[in-house]
């Protein structure tokens, strides 16, 4: 799977990177790009919550109603593996690739994303000049940790609709921020010093999480690398799924899932020491539903602790602009 050729909102086709020299124009347009969209992002918990207390007011115009729908209907129940693999489909990372493909995106977040805020513009008249990052959600970027979102709570109760649509416009506009960030950090070495270098991609990816609590995001991360091995004929693949998930009462859990060798690992860090004792009492649960898929079963293990946060590529967030 591929992130594809473009992540720019206006989807026009980004030009290959120059071979050799100095910065090519495309990586100074991804780094400028990631610049301007990390004052801005914000994440989809928060949008979420707003949505569905949006849909439950009775003067919310109708065609609004049907767009905030469509972004809702891509919540995804975290018991169903099918409908785990359709969200990684529909996460919005792929909707350029599709376009430029000829087949027209449908059910894809960030095409529900941007028709949410065609159709909230077309309502209100006005559009947002200007959103405000959420300083606690730390912007995706390539070697990033993965990054989970609780769910938000309705912070659009008190306002009248107008008000309310104006809200909700500022956070779809933050949350499409988001979504090109993740498309940029999913592009392979793309915003590197060195864009024509052999490192894997990494598609790094939003999927909302339906729970008796709210909407839930959990971030997935999924790369695929190929070992050399006694030389070039022989070649090792190995498969692997970095994920965070923060729902109560488990608190913040973070998972690595990997394929190498023939055999399955499952690793997780749990920030609290509860959640890690109980879930390391459910691997031999885990160990089982591994060995019913046919899986040959590797290292299984849940600690305790935080992960270390890698920073930025130097210059990544740097506004030219300024």
């Excluded at 914000?42 to 979420?48: C, D, E, K």
């Excluded at 022989?234 to 729902?247: G, M, Q, V, Y």
């Excluded at 590797?298 to 270390?308: A, D, F, N, S």
Aim: glycine share 6%.
């Amino acid at each position: 799977m591929r992130a594809g050729k473009s992540v720019l909102p206006n989807s026009e086709p980004v030009a290959p990177p120059a071979p050799e020299g100095a910065e090519s124009q495309t990586v100074m347009l991804l780094k400028d790009a990631a610049a301007r969209f990390v004052s801005q992002q914000s994440g989809l918990a928060p949008l979420y919550a707003d949505l569905e207390a949006a849909v439950a007011r009775a003067d919310l115009p109708q065609a609004v109603r049907a767009a905030a729908q469509s972004v809702l209907s891509l919540r995804v129940d975290g018991m169903n593996p099918d409908a785990l693999k359709a969200a990684v489909l529909k996460s919005g990372l792929f909707m350029e690739a599709m376009l430029a493909g000829g087949t027209a995106p449908s059910g894809d977040m960030k095409s529900a994303l941007l028709s949410l805020r065609q159709t909230l513009q077309s309502w209100l008249g006005a559009s947002v000049s200007e959103t405000r990052a959420d300083p606690q959600l730390p912007p995706p970027h390539r070697g990033a940790a993965p990054v989970a979102q609780q769910p938000g709570m309705p912070s659009i109760a008190m306002l009248d609709i107008r008000a309310a649509g104006l809200h909700l416009l500022a956070e779809t506009d933050g949350a499409l921020a988001r979504q090109t960030l993740l498309q940029i950090a999913s592009l392979p070495d793309a915003i590197a010093a060195q864009p024509q270098s052999d490192a894997p991609p990494k598609l790094t990816m939003d999927i909302p999480l339906a729970t008796p609590l709210g909407t839930a995001i959990i971030q997935l991360q999924i790369e695929h690398e190929e070992q050399r091995k006694d030389g070039e004929a022989s070649r090792e693949k190995t498969w692997r799924i970095n994920l965070a998930i923060d729902i109560e009462p488990l608190g913040p859990v973070r998972a690595t899932v990997s394929q190498a060798g023939g055999l399955t690992h499952v690793v997780m860090l749990a920030e609290r020491k509860e959640s890690a004792a109980a879930l390391r009492d459910d691997l031999p649960m885990l160990e089982a539903s591994l060995a019913e898929a046919a899986l040959e079963i590797g290292e299984l293990q849940c600690r305790t602790g935080k992960p270390q946060a890698p920073s930025a590529p130097a210059g990544l967030f740097v506004d030219r602009a300024s």
